[in-house]
């Protein structure tokens, strides 16, 4: 088997069982999800590896969303920390003791919880850093597997044309 054999094999179409006697496809079937011999087709396999991109970069704007929902709460939660600490040294000011201590040890609570919040956030900006890093090397395969695929479709069309080029010659030659 020659190389270019080897390389065009992808390529060559056999009718899959749902054709119909004249070798058209049925209605509404597409050839796209079709296999030949076990393997994807290139048209297929790129159609997985586009469903792979949009499953990757939904996973992004999750985790971004996810990441900016805890920006969010933080914020509310330290506007929250900073009228409670207000409402402490205005009970401190006013005398008000207990309700001072009692205001502070909630302070002391919801710094614990925004100090938990800013941690999560972090590790969301860290796994969104990955996630982003991993989507570019993915888009880059599929570019690259993409001009693999046109490279390879051109060299099965010169083919082609090669060897109708051929036969219209030996046709000419045979008398």
């Not at 939660?77 to 205005?90: F, H, P, R, T, V």
């Amino acid at each position: 088997m020659s190389v270019f054999d080897r390389l065009s094999a992808p390529f060559r179409r056999r009718p899959p069982a749902g054709r119909e006697a004249s070798g058209r496809q049925p209605a509404g079937a597409s050839d796209a999800g079709a296999s030949t011999g076990g393997q994807l087709t290139v048209g297929a396999a790129q159609l997985k590896q586009l469903a792979a991109l949009a499953q990757m970069r939904r996973g992004v704007a999750d985790v971004s969303v996810s990441r900016q929902r805890l920006d969010l709460q933080a914020v509310d939660l330290k506007s929250a920390m900073d009228s409670l600490e207000a409402q402490a040294a205005a009970a401190a000011a006013g005398g008000d003791a207990a309700a001072a201590r009692s205001a502070r040890g909630r302070l002391t609570v919801m710094a614990e919880q925004h100090g938990d919040l800013v941690s999560q956030r972090d590790a969301l900006a860290e796994q969104e850093a990955m996630l982003t890093a991993e989507l570019s090397q993915l888009q880059a395969r599929v570019s690259g597997f993409n001009v693999t695929a046109e490279t390879l479709r051109a060299a099965q069309a010169a083919a082609g044309a090669r060897h109708n080029i051929a036969k219209s010659l030996k046709d000419l030659q045979d008398p």
